[in-house]
């Protein structure tokens, strides 16, 4: 195979081009094959083999719906779709389990028929001999697929190859079936049609119901938020996950984190803790996917006051040969900004000067520490009568 699908985007998944010769290589024989399979059904009288055939033309339409997502899903998010183009690939899905579904209906419908009506006709050996094609053709891209599956790490191709486990199935049972007519049973061709149509509205429903899920925005399963907020969580500076919000976007995964930080990081600190949160799950999930992290401080406003009460306490206790003892601080909130009230007992010879420059250093060191808040220094003396600022 020396195809390559020309997108319009650069698809960034681990290695593009094998990738995607592996779906190119499967659609090609899915075609061949299913013409073939639909031809020997209908020509050689065999229903497992047409059911087959719907089977892989089932096939065709879910690896053209990967395709799809390559191009139009991939289109980069603009001012009419601010996110992005994925959920048309949702869309594609959805109609094709349809299809599929409808498909594998009336084929249960026809296997039904066969076998209440009873069955005369014995398949040929053209239906025979293009189910052994099959099984043949599909073990092989099954042992391909799944190495390159490993290979590269990725869902998508080991998903494709799991497929043709399915596949394999569906053919087998056809051999199965047309031996079994052939060998006296007429009734066994349709019932391995049945069985193939079970296998094809296996899929249908599968199709049908994940893109419902993707389109109504369904959550991650949850192994996967699990692991998201886990790896949050152990980024060093974050004090709390308060939101994990998980959906699908086509093939892409969007995810996002609101944190919280202490209180007293800088805005330069925060957006460390912001960016390490966000190379923390980005490296859980592929390239294509998008995580968002917003960070607030922690909204936890008494663990924060205590702690900075406590920080003053130490800066007070810094000067402690100027005064006596202390009280507080008292943290009061003005409008916007914090207040420390602190009160000193200082001693009776102290001066005018001496308590004035007391109250400025003390002033000065909590404002280093937190420059927007608000500081009253209350100063008391033992006897009766205490100055106060
Ligand atoms: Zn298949």
């Not at 290979?151 to 049972?173: D, F, K, R, T």
């Not at 949050?232 to 974050?238: L, R």
């Not at 976007?249 to 390490?276: C, H, K, N, P, Y």
Request: with cysteine.
């Amino acid at each position: 195979m020396r195809g390559e699908i020309v997108l319009e985007e650069p698809f960034r998944w681990v290695d593009l081009n094998r990738g995607q010769r592996i779906v190119l290589a499967g659609l090609i024989s899915n075609v061949l094959l299913a013409s073939m399979q639909i031809f020997a059904g209908l020509w050689g009288e065999s229903r497992a083999v047409l059911a087959d055939g719907i089977h892989s033309t089932s096939d065709i339409l879910i690896s053209l719906i990967v395709i799809i997502s390559l191009g139009i899903a991939r289109k980069p998010a603009d001012d009419s779709h601010p996110f992005g183009y994925g959920k048309i690939e949702s869309i594609a899905a959805f109609l094709v389990g349809l299809v599929i579904a409808g498909a594998g209906v009336t084929l249960i419908y026809g296997a039904a028929e066969a076998i209440l009506g009873g069955v005369e006709t014995v398949p040929g050996a053209l239906p025979l001999g293009v189910s052994g094609v099959s099984i043949a053709v599909k073990g092989a891209l099954y042992s391909v697929t799944i190495r390159t599956g490993r290979e590269l790490n990725s869902p998508g191709v080991l998903a494709a190859a799991q497929e043709y486990l399915s596949c394999i199935a569906c053919s087998s049972a056809a051999v199965a079936g047309i031996v079994g007519a052939r060998l006296g049973y007429p009734v066994a061709d349709p019932i391995a049609g049945l069985l193939v149509a079970g296998i094809i509205m296996r899929v249908a429903g599968r199709t049908v119901w994940s893109s419902v899920r993707d389109l109504m925005d369904a959550a991650l399963p949850i192994q996967q938020v699990r692991a998201v907020r886990s790896a949050a969580e152990h980024v060093d500076g974050v004090r709390r996950v308060t939101l994990v919000r998980t959906r699908r976007m086509g093939s892409r995964r969007l995810v996002e984190l609101d944190i919280q930080t202490d209180a007293d990081l800088v805005v330069e600190e925060a957006d460390r803790v912001s960016a390490q949160v966000h190379a923390r799950v980005a490296g859980q999930l592929d390239p294509a996917d998008e995580v968002r992290v917003s960070v607030a401080p922690s909204s936890n406003e008494k663990v924060q006051r205590e702690k900075m009460a406590a920080t003053i306490r130490t800066i007070v206790q810094a000067h402690a040969e100027r005064f006596l003892s202390f009280q507080g601080p008292r943290m009061i909130r003005l409008g916007k900004d914090l207040c420390a009230d602190v009160t000193l007992l200082i001693p009776q010879q102290t001066s005018m000067e001496q308590a004035y420059g007391l109250c400025q250093d003390l002033e000065r060191d909590v404002k280093r520490q937190y420059p927007e808040m608000e500081v009253i220094v209350r100063l008391q003396t033992p006897a009766p009568g205490g100055g106060e600022r």
